[in-house]
C-alpha cells in the first residue's frame, strides 16, 4: 500500500484564530521502502507567525515573503496524497489544519479522511508504550533513531524521523531504505534544510512561568470538552 509520512509546521496552535500551515513535508513509502517521491514547500501564510510558533520552528514572515500561498499548490497536493495511507504523528493537528487550508479554496474537497485512510502514531506509542513519554524525540532515542540533526522542528526533516519510527514501531526496521538515488532535487531540498537551520535567528525558549500558563489553558480547554491539541513534537 502507498503510504505518505505527513508532518506540518503553523503559524500558531488552533484554526479557530485562522492559524495557516507555512510548512508541507511528506515522504512516500511503499512496500516500507522510501522512494524519494516526496512533496515539501514553504507557504506564504498572509498573516503574522506567532512568536511561540518562531520558537518550536524557526520560521519567519521574511524566509516566507516570496514562497506560494497553499491554494497555489493544493490540486498538485491533493494529487499527490489521494488514496494513500497518511502517517502523522499526533493526527489531529495536522488534519485539522489541512482540512481548514483546503476549506478555504473555491472547490474545497471533502475532509482528509474521507479521501485517504489516516494512522496517528501518537495514538499508536500510547498503546506500545503506556505512561512513557511518546514524543517524536523520545520515539526517537527508543528506537535509535538518529534525530541528532533535529535542534528545531521541520516538516520534511521530521517526516523523515516519523517514517523511520514507523517502520521500527512496526517491523524492527530502523533505518529507511531508499530503492532509487532520489536525484538532485531531493538533495538539494536536504541541503536547504540545513541552510535554513544554520540561518535560524536565536531561540527564545518559553520560561517556566509561560509554559505553566500554556499548559493551565490546555487544561482548562479539555475541561470544557474542547479537543487538547499540543505542538506535534
Avoid at 50 to 66: F, P, Q, R, S
Wanted: charged share 25%.
Amino acid at each position: 500500500m502507498r503510504q505518505i509520512v505527513l508532518d506540518t509546521e503553523t503559524t500558531g496552535l488552533e484554526t479557530s484564530d485562522d492559524h495557516r500551515i507555512i510548512e508541507i513535508g511528506c515522504v512516500e513509502v511503499r512496500s516500507r521502502r522510501a522512494t524519494g517521491n516526496n512533496f515539501w514547500h514553504y507557504l506564504q501564510p498572509d498573516r503574522v507567525i506567532d512568536e511561540g510558533a518562531i520558537a518550536v520552528h524557526g520560521i519567519t514572515n521574511e524566509m516566507l515573503a516570496d514562497k506560494p500561498r497553499f491554494a497555489d499548490v493544493a490540486q498538485e497536493f491533493i494529487e499527490y496524497l489521494r488514496g494513500a495511507e497518511l502517517i502523522i504523528h499526533n493526527a489531529a493537528f495536522d488534519i485539522g489544519f489541512l482540512d481548514h487550508e483546503f476549506a478555504k479554496l473555491e472547490n474545497p474537497p471533502p475532509p482528509v479522511s474521507e479521501w485517504c485512510m489516516v494512522t496517528d502514531t501518537l495514538a499508536m506509542a500510547r498503546q506500545m508504550h503506556p505512561g512513557q513519554r511518546n514524543s517524536l524525540d523520545a520515539l526517537c532515542r527508543r528506537y535509535d533513531v538518529d534525530n541528532s540533526g533535529r535542534d528545531l522542528h521541520g516538516a520534511l526533516l521530521d517526516a523523515q524521523l516519523l517514517a523511520e519510527v514507523y517502520l521500527a514501531m512496526t517491523g524492527g526496521q530502523q533505518t529507511i531504505e531508499l530503492a532509487a538515488d532520489p536525484g538532485e532535487g531531493m538533495r538539494q531540498e536536504v541541503e536547504r534544510l540545513f541552510e535554513r537551520s544554520a540561518a535560524r535567528p536565536k531561540v527564545i525558549r518559553a520560561s517556566d512561568e509561560e509554559l505553566a500558563q500554556h499548559h493551565a489553558r490546555l487544561d482548562a480547554m479539555e475541561a470544557s470538552g474542547a479537543p487538547r491539541l499540543e505542538w506535534p513534537a
